[in-house]
DNA sequence: TGGTGTCCTGACGAGGCCCTGACAGTCCTG
DNA sequence: CAGGACTGTCAGGGCCTCGTCAGGACACCA
């Protein structure tokens, strides 16, 4: 598939229940070359952030669910960058965001320019922080991946894996010891919807099991895959 | 639970050429914890970040180097979150300043507040994203759940959950101590309307007591299910 | 054009998991 | 204290998911 040449564009959610806005802000996102998910509410808010996306915008006053409430329960699931974007403006109402958990905090209304701006810098910062102790070079167990080159080796040994079996295992080396739900694996990987049944994935896992040892690759029974455990983290 | 006792303070190299805010700024940092530095100009002020520091805050206008200038050399030397400080308000200018590398933009005069908020929050992004995403991890009592890796210890010992078991506790484990109302939870997990009657949440409860113990999730008859205690929010 | 390597498909079996429904126990309310 | 509503428990049927395998499609190359 697409190697790491193309930087998938990042994922961002808007949960924004003003549709005039969130239709404005989600049509300059996508222009500038975002891909955008939509809500208008706390709850459809939550549920379009899984899996996470990379950035979440965030209006303060929803219908239903308090804005950093959603930030709260998003921080339980994992790490994503969340701004926020509200017409509370006072010093205290800043302050009681941030220490809420919110990244960033925009006033309304909000020039377009500034809002990407400002997308564009927490997303800089995150991939800078994370891209320090990144080492391109994964170990799960007794099998070395190395990404860049896209070589694996088992106990000091080449194995072959063909390019399909090594973006799945690439991917399921993000994150090691993270489960990756199957629809994620199948839009990331073969580029194909969640919902079409097929063997596919299962065969490549069992191929990658058969080269590199069972362990390397553990089922999650309803949800998806894992590779590596996160002690192994490197 | 904001002061959490830290290992080592963060260190703030602050740069700012108006000498009494300046020092109204280091005495505050230095009153939350920080060890602060302060450089009247951008060549001290480059001098002051030899080592690296936690966080740079810095002034547009310098007496003799441009704020942003500072902002790209410390750049080429590695990852430092910097704070911009300025009087240049107008959003062409947060927009230049973010996209010369800055990653925050904040308006004179400023909140003390504000100021120590932004401080806090840049200082905790960085630390969430070097943390390789594998932060969400909860604790209830001597239960550990990982999110990321969907994976419960008990004891130290590893226990299997179904995947419905786990996505119930992870709703749970999202506010620890929080009461879920029965609506709510029978619609994150098993996106079904509220007024079914059924008795599969409360085998599922069953069930999570059975394998870890029957303190993790506690009754709140006519309402819900709670788990944890606040106090064990991670 | 035939050979090789890779990928997808579809069927099948095994096993895991979830829901159901009845009953017992518990809690609240009048 | 009595009644009713709510919750805990349990076992089994049935659905759903996963692992496996062989066969065919497709691309690439000599």
Redesign the interface.
């Known amino acids: 598939m697409d190697t790491e040449t193309t930087p998938d564009p990042a994922r961002i959610v808007v949960v924004e229940d003003e549709e005039a806005l969130a239709d404005a802000v989600a049509l300059r996102l996508r222009a500038e070359g975002f891909v955008v998910d939509v809500a208008h509410d706390g ?1 459809s808010g ?1 549920a379009a952030c899984d899996p996470l996306p990379d950035l979440v915008l965030l209006d303060w006053m929803l219908p239903d669910v308090d804005g950093l409430e959603v930030c ?2 998003l ?5 994503v ?1 969340v701004l926020l974007l509200t017409a509370r403006t006072a ?2 109402d ?2 009681e965001a ?2 809420a958990g ?3 905090h925009l006033r309304k209304p909000v ?1 377009m ?2 809002l990407v ?2 997308i ?3 997303l ?3 991939d ?3 891209g ?3 080492a391109p070079v994964h170990r799960l167990g007794d099998v070395v991946v190395d990404v860049a080159a896209r070589r694996v080796q088992r106990a000091d040994e080449q194995v072959h894996l063909t390019a399909t079996e090594f973006d799945l295992l690439a991917r399921l080396c993000e ?1 090691p ?3 990756v739900a199957r629809a994620t694996l199948l839009r990331d990987v073969w580029d194909l919807p969640a919902d079409v049944p097929s063997r596919t994935l299962d065969t490549h896992v069992g191929e990658l099991r058969r080269k590199l040892g069972a362990e390397v690759v553990r089922t ?4 998806g895959y ?1 590779a590596g ?2 002690e192994e ?1 490197s």
Chains 1, 2 share one sequence.
């Open positions: 709850t939550l709260r329960r921080r339980a699931r994992g790490d960058p010093e205290s800043v302050v941030l220490a919110v990244d960033d020039g320019r500034e701006a400002r564009r810098a927490l800089r910062l995150v800078r922080a994370r320090d102790g990144h994150r010891g993270a489960v999650v029974h309803g949800v894992a455990t996160p983290a």
